[in-house]
């Protein structure tokens, strides 16, 4: 049901309005931002995944930079065959992108797996085939929840999610975070997460009339019976609180990238909000897109971001999100 309601929203050829270039290209960044700021490679590492999504890109890029297993979790099979074909037919179009990927001590592993990816196109074989090739492992869990499984043989040395954590129901993605925490990460741990932070019914497939934040006036009543549920399932979580969470796991920031549009700061400096949000500040609130670098050092202890977050790892960028909204309808 939850797959025909968003092909119902989104139309059923979704890979079509794809823009496979840009989609690759930010996924490298994310890597890349990931690899610098955390001092980790990806090389041999174990990836954690959540957030499988239609096309696959990201588990690709992480095959490419030779991660030794990569775990993914979804809530539905969104995965489709030829969705997944596409996007290795895209990756093997952009060599020259794919060359970011690693160092020049690397780039024989990255050859050699480009020549998989190769045979694999090529050979056309089937999704259960490509995910074993790419050393993937591909769970189906309601909330990406990891109790069904057994933990991995060796433990995972990078969390990663685009645009996913939001959407996780606040009290499973707590649980979660926890059950992962005691069985499944390794001692240092590394987290990249990209955030966006408002409500997903703004989404411009679906109400671009809706105040991306206007899901914030809501009591958590209101919000979590009526607004958020099976279908359109969200939290409300603001940046803070998610640096907040990461430090209960004893990670500590290394790159914070906050993106916030001063009009927001001027609405909900205006409005009344709901109780829970009472003693924010509005450019707290105000954060609608968010990167996260964190990790665990087993050695010292986590960088409170109450005390010098500000001045060390991060750095906000203001922008008119109208003016974006605009530049990308005059593109399509």
Same mark, same amino acid.
């Given at each position: ?14 890979? %079509? #309005? ?7 290209? /930010? &996924? ?16 041999? *590492?174990?990836?954690?995944?959540? &957030?499988?999504?239609?096309? &696959? ?16 979790? +979804? ?5 489709? @065959? ?13 060599? +020259? ?7 020049? %001590? ?19 074989? $089937? ?9 993937? !492992?591909?769970?189906?869990? $309601? +909330? ?7 933990? $991995? ?7 990663? /999610?685009?645009s996913v954590l939001q959407r996780i129901p606040e009290s499973i993605l707590v649980t979660n975070l926890q059950r992962l925490n005691k069985d499944w990460f390794s001692s240092d741990i590394s987290f990249f997460h990209k955030l966006d932070l408002f409500d997903a019914n703004a ?25 958020? &549920? ?24 290394? !790159? ?9 700061? *001027? #609405?909900?400096? *205006? !409005? ?7 003693? @924010? ?24 971001? !109450? ?18 909204? +605009?530049?990308?309808s005059n593109v399509a």
């Amino acid at each position: 049901m939850n797959e025909q309601l968003t092909r119902l929203i989104r139309g059923g050829a979704i890979e %079509s #309005r794809v823009n496979f270039e840009a989609r690759i290209r /930010s &996924g490298i960044e994310n890597l890349e931002l990931m690899q610098s700021t955390c001092g980790v490679r990806i090389r041999n *590492k174990c990836i954690l995944e959540w &957030g499988t999504g239609w096309h &696959g890109i990201d588990i690709i890029l992480f095959y490419l930079a030779g991660a030794r297993e990569i775990y993914t979790f +979804d809530h539905h099979g969104h995965l489709s @065959y030829p969705n997944f074909r596409k996007s290795i037919q895209q990756c093997l179009e952009h060599p +020259d992108m794919l060359k970011l990927l690693g160092t020049e %001590s690397e780039s024989a592993v990255h050859d050699e797996r480009i020549a998989v990816l190769k045979r694999v196109y090529v050979d056309k074989a $089937p999704n259960s085939e490509l995910l074993k090739a790419f050393n993937v !492992h591909y769970l189906i869990a $309601p +909330d990406c929840s990891p109790e069904r499984f057994n933990g $991995p043989s060796v433990k995972i040395d990078i969390f990663y /999610s685009n645009s996913v954590l939001q959407r996780i129901p606040e009290s499973i993605l707590v649980t979660n975070l926890q059950r992962l925490n005691k069985d499944w990460f390794s001692s240092d741990i590394s987290f990249f997460h990209k955030l966006d932070l408002f409500d997903a019914n703004a989404l411009r497939h679906v109400d671009q009339s809706l105040w991306r934040l206007h899901y914030l006036y809501y009591s958590d009543f209101t919000f979590t019976k009526l607004i958020s &549920g099976r279908f359109n399932s969200q939290n409300r979580l603001r940046e803070c609180e998610f640096i907040r969470l990461f430090e209960m796991l004893g990670l500590s920031a290394r !790159h914070i990238k906050s993106y916030i549009d001063r009009e927001d700061v *001027k #609405r909900i400096a *205006k !409005h009344k909000l709901a109780a829970r949000f009472k003693d @924010y500040l509005p450019e707290e609130l105000a954060v609608t897109h968010s990167l996260l670098a964190f990790r665990r050092d087993p050695l010292s202890q986590p960088l409170s971001c !109450h005390t010098d977050l500000s001045r060390s790892v991060r750095e906000i960028e203001y922008y008119d999100y109208q003016t974006v909204i +605009d530049r990308k309808s005059n593109v399509a």
